[in-house]
């Protein structure tokens, strides 16, 4: 069993900046892979930003130079810092971990920004 807990979403100026969490725990021996995916309303949810377990990150286009994302040193929490942040990052944000094969997803955290 894997439970995921993500925190740190809120309302926000555009312009302002967030820093979302998620923490693994369970059975996360060996955890390939971490990332952060957005659903905002309307839309199909979709990647923001993996670090895999070699330390391999990958940050879309859209949110390149203002996202970033790291983890501990335990590699069971992963961080995603949002800065510049625009009304079109509106959006529920997931945390997904890949474990072996299997993939483990947070219940999602609402970060609003506003004008």
């Known amino acids: 069993q894997v439970q995921l807990v993500e925190s740190g979403g809120c309302l926000v100026q555009a312009g302002g900046s967030l820093r979302l969490s998620c923490a693994a725990s369970?059975?996360?021996?060996?955890?390939?892979?971490m990332a952060w995916y957005r659903q905002a309303p309307g839309k199909q949810r979709e990647l923001v930003a993996s670090?895999?377990?070699?330390?391999?990150?990958n940050i879309v286009d859209s949110v390149k130079g203002r996202f970033t994302i790291s983890r501990d040193n335990a590699k069971t929490t992963v961080d995603l810092q949002m800065n510049s942040l625009k009304l079109e990052d509106t959006a529920v944000y997931y945390c997904r971990i890949l474990v072996a094969m299997n993939a483990y997803w947070g219940q999602g955290t609402q970060v609003t920004v506003s004008s």
């Open positions: 369970g059975s996360i021996s060996s955890i390939n892979a």
């Open positions: 670090i895999t377990s070699g330390g391999t990150i």
